[in-house]
């Protein structure tokens, strides 16, 4: 049995489902990043003046593309999967001789792919405001790809898990969004009170970013090795558990 | 060789309805199997585990030799299903759904785009191909499914009430088509309620209860058992008083149509020559009932008290 054949039918369908709706997945973040860079970079960034010594517009231009790069490739997962199963035609899969590893791989792809596309549409916006010459550029694609993996596996957890439409927003509304406003998008963890700072560092985002940041303009307030095995733990820890959650059938079978 | 072997299947939910009471049935491979139970019975979570769409309790279920635990991936490879409801990706086209389908099992590009073309043109979809699949009309929707089922060239076609809510004409097209899939080798089992599909299409039939089966047998021995017909005479005269036959039981229907059951051994040649004998003119007659229908019941009925 060639795996390879579904596993590539899979990404295929994946992408052709987001970019035939492009004016839901690719169009909103250019616009409102676009937005970000022109009232926090520009009128309000200009004011703040520099952080560890890059000027607020560079600083803030890591930690908004990482942010679009979670948000999108943990959406596209949750709601393509969500949608799978509410049509039914999870059933295909299930019928289908393919193994659980390449139905979660095939997904998880799909939203690492969607991820960094939009990774790539906020980067082109954030030209339009400031220069950019990348420090790393291995660090900064590989923190890129990570994170997106990890937000990915987490957006297809969350849709096994989901009985309704409102479950897969609740995770995105109510947790993504505020860990990555406090994952120190728009401001330096070191510009905290000593109690936030330690409160912050239990924040996984905040090493993503700052990994990211490092990778992109040579700033960082961690160590980018714990990035790398934060990153990979989560990586081990969310694959092994959808696996099981699709090995056991929990959410999509009786 | 079976098509399909299940062994000591059973299957508990998790609300701790025993839907499955420990089932044992072989397929033959090229048989046109008839499963038929009433609403509840088991049928669809047989279907469903043979189909892995459910977890079984225990026991087992080999498709063509292979076991569906051991060898998974092959044992799949050999089952096609076309399930009761649509479930297909409703924004997809008819096209995307069928190659979709066909990348899953492994298929090849182009034997994807041949295999493709055929089952669309042999299902009579080829012109909507490119229509997104929700704007198909709700025949066109279930032969996308028998399509869908067959691209990947499966042995074993599994029909879950493929035909159930269609209008009469598409399910006269659709008979044929599965009778031409059946001619080609491919095993079909068809779950059905229209039990005159049943008699009409298929060769062998098992009748499950309660999670057992309580009947499995070839059509033509199970319907030799029906001891008593039922027939509708059409009468070329009008007639005020049912005629009164030895043996046969006559009631009015209307002035020119009468009901009549007659007992096998009694023949319709004698009832024809005692209607003659009295100068009824019978003009045309048919099956009061369907026979299958007449049986099933029959079984269904015969249950010991105590096992609803």
Same mark, same amino acid.
């Not at chain 1, 600083?59 to 979670?70: D, H, R, W």
């Not at chain 2, 079976?2 to 059973?10: E, G, I, K, M, Q």
């Not at chain 2, 229907?253 to 209607?275: C, H, M, Q, R, W």
């Given at each position: 049995m060639n795996y390879s054949i579904a596993f590539r039918t899979l990404v295929i369908k994946e992408i052709f489902r987001f970019i035939r709706i492009w004016p839901q997945t690719l169009l909103p973040p250019a616009i409102t990043t676009a937005l970000y860079f022109l009232i926090f970079g520009k009128l309000i960034g200009d004011r703040i003046g520099t952080i560890s010594g890059a000027g607020y517009m560079d600083? *803030?231009? !890591?930690?908004? %593309? +990482?942010?679009?790069?979670?948000s999108h490739s943990y959406a596209n997962v949750v709601s393509s999967f969500y949608?799978?199963?509410?049509?039914?035609?999870?059933?295909?899969?299930?019928?289908?001789?393919?193994?659980?590893?390449v139905i979660l791989s095939g997904y998880v792809s799909g939203g690492?792919?969607?991820?960094?596309?939009?990774?790539?549409?906020?980067t082109l916006i954030s030209l339009l405001f400031t220069a950019i010459k990348v420090h790393h550029i291995g660090i900064t694609l590989s923190i890129a790809v990570l994170t997106a993996t990890v937000f990915s596996l987490a957006g297809?957890?969350?849709?096994?898990?989901?009985?309704?439409?409102?479950?897969?927003? *609740?995770? !995105?509304?109510? %947790? +993504?969004?505020?860990?990555?406003?406090l994952?120190?998008?728009?401001?330096?963890?070191?510009?905290?009170?000593?109690?936030?700072?330690?409160?912050?560092?239990?924040?996984?985002?905040l090493y993503m970013i700052n990994a990211f940041r490092y990778g992109l303009i040579g700033v960082t307030d961690i160590d980018i090795q714990m990035t790398f095995i934060i990153t990979g733990g989560f990586i081990v820890t969310l694959t092994l558990f959808s696996l099981y959650l699709l090995h056991k059938g929990i959410g999509i079978k009786n | 060789m079976?098509?399909?072997?299940?062994?000591?299947?059973?299957k508990i939910y998790n609300n701790g309805f025993e839907a499955l009471k420990g089932i044992d049935l072989d397929v033959e491979a090229g048989d046109f199997f008839a499963l038929l139970g009433p609403n509840g019975a088991g049928k669809s979570t047989a279907i469903g585990i043979i189909s892995s769409l459910v977890n079984a309790t225990s026991g087992s279920v080999s498709v063509f030799g292979h076991d569906l635990k051991r060898e998974r991936a092959k044992a799949k490879s050999c089952i096609g299903l076309v399930p009761q409801?649509?479930?297909?990706?409703?924004?997809?086209?008819?096209?995307?759904?069928?190659?979709?389908?066909?990348g899953y099992y492994g298929t090849p590009r182009k034997l994807a785009l041949q295999r493709t073309e055929y089952c669309l043109k042999q299902m009579d979809l080829w012109d909507k191909r490119d229509t997104i699949s929700r704007r198909l009309s709700g025949g066109m929707k279930r032969r996308v499914m028998i399509a869908r089922a067959l691209v990947h060239a499966p042995k074993l076609l599994i029909l879950d009430e493929p035909t159930a809510g269609v209008d009469i004409e598409i399910r006269r097209s659709m008979w044929q088509m599965m009778q031409e899939v059946n001619q080609q080798g491919t095993t079909i089992i068809l779950t059905t309620h229209y039990l005159e599909e049943a008699e009409s299409l298929c060769r062998t039939i098992a009748i499950i209860d309660d999670g057992r089966i309580i009947e499995h047998s070839d059509m033509s021995s199970l319907l030799a058992r029906l001891h008593i017909e039922h027939f509708v005479l059409d009468l070329a005269h009008p007639l005020t008083v049912a005629p009164t036959i030895d043996g046969c039981q006559i009631e009015?229907?209307?002035?020119?149509?009468?009901?009549?059951?007659?007992?096998?051994?009694?023949?319709?040649?004698?009832?024809?020559?005692?209607?003659?004998?009295?100068?009824?003119?019978?003009?045309?007659?048919?099956?009061?009932?369907?026979?299958?229908?007449?049986?099933?019941?029959?079984?269904?009925?015969?249950?010991?008290?105590?096992?609803?």
């Open positions: 600083y *803030i231009v !890591p930690g908004i %593309v +990482l942010m679009s790069v979670i949608s799978t199963k509410f049509q039914r035609n999870i059933e295909e899969l299930l019928v289908a001789p393919i193994p659980n590893w690492i792919i969607r991820g960094l596309l939009v990774g790539v549409v906020v297809f957890i969350n849709a096994i898990l989901a009985e309704s439409f409102d479950d897969i927003s *609740i995770i !995105p509304n109510f %947790v +993504l969004t505020p860990l990555s406003y994952g120190g998008v728009f401001y330096s963890v070191d510009m905290l009170p000593g109690i936030w700072q330690t409160i912050s560092m239990g924040n996984p985002i | 079976n098509a399909l072997s299940l062994r000591n299947l059973t409801e649509v479930n297909f990706n409703q924004f997809d086209t008819v096209k995307s759904i069928l190659l979709n389908q066909a009015r229907i209307t002035d020119k149509a009468l009901s009549v059951a007659v007992p096998k051994e009694y023949g319709l040649n004698k009832l024809f020559s005692e209607l003659s004998a009295r100068n009824i003119e019978v003009i045309s007659m048919k099956n009061k009932s369907n026979r299958l229908e007449q049986l099933f019941m029959d079984l269904i009925e015969s249950k010991p008290a105590g096992e609803q």
